[in-house]
C-alpha cells in the first residue's frame, strides 16, 4: 500500500523556520511536490523535485525562502520553510508521481499526480 505521511507543521512567528517532512512507503517515485491550501483559497502548487535531487523548482512567492530536497535513501522529501511570512499559512501537502512531471510541464497540476498526503497545517502568525 502506498502512503505519504507528512509531518513538521505547526505554529511559528513571521520570520520564523519550519521543516516539513513526507514519508513515502509502499514505493519509489519521480516527482515529488509540495503543494498548499490557505483558508478559502484553492490549493497551489509550490515547489517540486526530481528523483535525484536536482532540478528542484518553485512557485515565485517562496523562492529564495523555501528549499525542497528529498533523501532517496529514507523514501522521504522536505520542504525547508525560511523567513516565514503570514500568507504562508496553510495546509502543506506532499504529492508524489510515478512520472517525471516537469518533462510534461505538469507539475502544477493537481490531477498528474498519483498520490497525496493527508496534509499538515502550518500557521504563521503576524
Known amino acids: 500500500q502506498v502512503q505519504l505521511v507528512e509531518s513538521g507543521g505547526g505554529l511559528v512567528q513571521a520570520g520564523g523556520s519550519l521543516t516539513l517532512s513526507c514519508a513515502a512507503s509502499?514505493?519509489?517515485?519521480?516527482?515529488m511536490s509540495w503543494f498548499r491550501q490557505a483558508p478559502g483559497k484553492e490549493r497551489e502548487f509550490v515547489a517540486t523535485?526530481?528523483?535525484?535531487?536536482?532540478?528542484?523548482y518553485y512557485v515565485h512567492s517562496v523562492e529564495g525562502r523555501f528549499t525542497i530536497s528529498r533523501d532517496n535513501a529514507k523514501n522521504t522529501g522536505y520542504l525547508q520553510m525560511s523567513s516565514l511570512k503570514p500568507e504562508d499559512t496553510a495546509v502543506y501537502y506532499c504529492?508524489?508521481?510515478?512520472?517525471?512531471?516537469?518533462?510534461?510541464?505538469?507539475?502544477?497540476?493537481?490531477?498528474?499526480?498519483?498520490?497525496w498526503g493527508q496534509g499538515t497545517q502550518v500557521t504563521v502568525s503576524s
Open positions: 504529492a508524489a508521481a510515478r512520472l517525471y512531471l516537469r518533462t510534461s510541464n505538469s507539475h502544477t497540476a493537481e490531477r498528474a499526480y498519483d498520490y
Open positions: 509502499g514505493r519509489t517515485f519521480t516527482t
Open positions: 523535485i526530481r528523483w535525484d535531487g536536482l532540478s528542484p
